[in-house]
């Protein structure tokens, strides 16, 4: 296939250079200039997705993504398929999906799972909104750069599936640092919590995958002096965005609200360019107020 690859960052440059590895002509622009392994770099966005059957962005926020989609669409080919993987809001999400349907095009609302390290080794987790056969024109696609694509539903539907999965994310992750905090003052060790938690019904990702203590269960960034992995302002964005939708929709989610909270303090303070796992030494820090 022909693709148009716009976003060449962190996560974008190596997901393109997957699709190039399997065979696939790809051409690419980032307005930061950044190139990926075997593709070849286009002058302009328009010239990136002139005449291609697929196009594919992977752009920091729903705004871009609204000025990026308005630019492009109406350069594409007709019948050709326009794939968003950015995580944004599922109203920005909707509009690109208008845009491409007034452009005769198909389009999937397909954000990621799986970070920095599941986008260079191909195995993403796609969530996808869109119609039946705009899923099934992209999962190819889906299926080198990643190793599941669920179709959740309509247009809008992949970013929703997304910001429910990392807002019970962020509130778990606060839960498992709370209790390891609480813990420590009560005399436990942490490897006995995890032995403890792990296979109990306290069991979940942030403690079994992700454990925020250093040295206990599998390596994590905990192990890594709380580099990221996932950083604490991406979840941040994220708890923003579940509870943006929340808002627009009408649905409580007191817990979601002071997850947000927490990071947005954490972030303000000390948080930026850490793990947000690293919420586990921000409580040890604090005092019961
Ligand atoms: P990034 O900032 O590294 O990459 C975004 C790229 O978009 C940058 O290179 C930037 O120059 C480019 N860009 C911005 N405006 C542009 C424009 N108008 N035209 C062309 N290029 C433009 O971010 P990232 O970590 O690659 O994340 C991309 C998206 O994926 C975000 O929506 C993020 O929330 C989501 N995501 C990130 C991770 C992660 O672990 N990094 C995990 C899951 C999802």
Known sequence: MKIGFIGLGNMGA?????????????????????????????????EAVQ????????????????????????????????????????????AAHDLAAEAG????????????GGAAAGTLTFMAGGSEASFEAAKPLFDIMG???????????????KICNNMILGISMIGVCEAFNLADKLGLSRQSVFDVVSTSSGYCWSMNAYCPAPGVGPQSPADND???GFAAELMLKDLRLSQQAADSVGAPTPMGARAMELYEAFVGEDGKGKDFSAMLPRLSKMARR
Do not use: W
């Open 14 to 46: 190596p997901m393109a250079a997957n699709l190039a590895k399997a065979g696939h002509e790809v051409t690419g622009f980032d307005v930061a200039g950044t190139t990926a392994e075997g593709v070849t770099s286009a002058a302009s966005a328009v």
């Open 51 to 94: 005449g291609k059957d697929a196009v594919i962005t992977m752009l920091p926020n729903g705004d871009i993504l609204r000025t990026v989609a308005a630019e492009i669409i109406p350069a594409m080919r007709k019948g050709a398929v326009f794939i968003d993987c950015s995580t944004v809001d599922v109203d920005s999400a909707r």
């Open 105 to 116: 095009l198909l389009s999937v609302d397909a954000p990621v799972s799986g970070g920095i």
């Open 147 to 161: 190793q599941k694509a669920v179709h959740c539903g309509e247009g809008g539907a992949g970013q929703a599936a």
């Open 226 to 228: 709380y580099k990221p």
